[in-house]
């Protein structure tokens, strides 16, 4: 059983930048991939940002690529969320979440993920 609780959202206006922690609870953190998504009012989740149980590999949506940075710290049992040049476009509340399963493809699917915290807000306003 693995517990996420995010952390570092809030309001932020265009241009700015924001860094969500996802905490997680558990010895064995660094046997999870971890994934953030998003979900706007009226939309469904989506994928934003992926990083493998090493942290050596990592994947953007297109429409954050480069401007948003996943990194892992197991030391620390947290995956983190850096968010820079944010639009109004990026509000929405993220989740991060843990996948248990050893996978070369397939991680933007919500579908396969164990594990999902409970969220946090970010806001952009323009």
Request: hydrophobic content about 30%; proline content about 2%; charged content about 20%.
């Amino acid at each position: 059983q693995v517990q996420l609780v995010e952390s570092g959202g809030g309001l932020v206006q265009a241009g700015g930048s924001l860094r969500l922690s996802c905490a997680a609870s558990g010895r064995t953190f660094s046997r999870y991939a971890m994934g953030w998504f998003r979900q706007a009012p009226g939309k469904e989740r989506e994928f934003v940002a992926h990083i493998n149980w090493s942290g050596g590999s990592t994947d953007y949506a297109d429409s954050v690529k480069g401007r948003f940075t996943i990194s892992r710290d197991s030391t620390k049992n947290t995956v983190y969320l850096q968010m820079n040049s944010l639009k109004p476009e990026d509000t929405a509340v993220y989740y991060c979440a843990a996948d248990g399963t050893l996978r070369t493809a397939g991680w933007r699917s919500s579908r396969i993920y164990d594990y999902w915290g409970q969220g946090t807000q970010v806001t952009v306003s323009s």
